[in-house]
Nanobody, 120 residues
Framework: VQLQASGGGLVQPGESLRLSCAAS????????IGWFRRAPGKEREFVGR????????EYVDSVKGRFTISKDDAKSTWYLQMDSLKPEDTAVYYC??????????????WGQGTLVTVSS
């Protein structure tokens, strides 16, 4: 499985941005997709994930109510809709995949990062 994240850019506080994570290869092996981010000078942080065929989503408290993860089965693409962005959301964002029949916190596949900068 290969993942490719895209959609990053420079936005002002309060604006929105949608990141995409396109999967290729044996996508039927994907059980869950997670989004992570790494802010400058900080450790990588879990942002949220979607699992159970898209029926369940989880988010870190700092993005609840602002970020939404969704999936498009036909395109094997997952999205991270980010609304009401704040400067503290500035980071490189990564998507990662959990394989079926493996621990749900073990991400076997990772995409390259896409930079999101929130600044006025």
């Amino acid at each position: 499985v290969q993942l490719q994240a895209s959609g990053g850019g420079l936005v002002q506080p309060g604006e929105s941005l949608r990141l995409s994570c396109a999967a290729s290869g044996r996508t039927e092996n994907i059980y869950a997709i997670g989004w992570f981010r790494r802010a400058p000078g900080k450790e990588r942080e879990f942002v949220g994930r979607i699992l159970w065929g898209g029926r369940k989503t989880e988010y870190v408290d700092s993005v609840k109510g602002r970020f939404t993860i969704s999936k498009d089965d036909a395109k094997s693409t997952w999205y991270l809709q980010m609304d009401s962005l704040k400067p503290e959301d500035t980071a490189v964002y990564y998507c990662a995949a959990v394989r079926r029949f493996t621990p749900t916190d073990k991400y076997a596949y990772w995409g390259q990062g896409t930079l999101v900068t929130v600044s006025s």
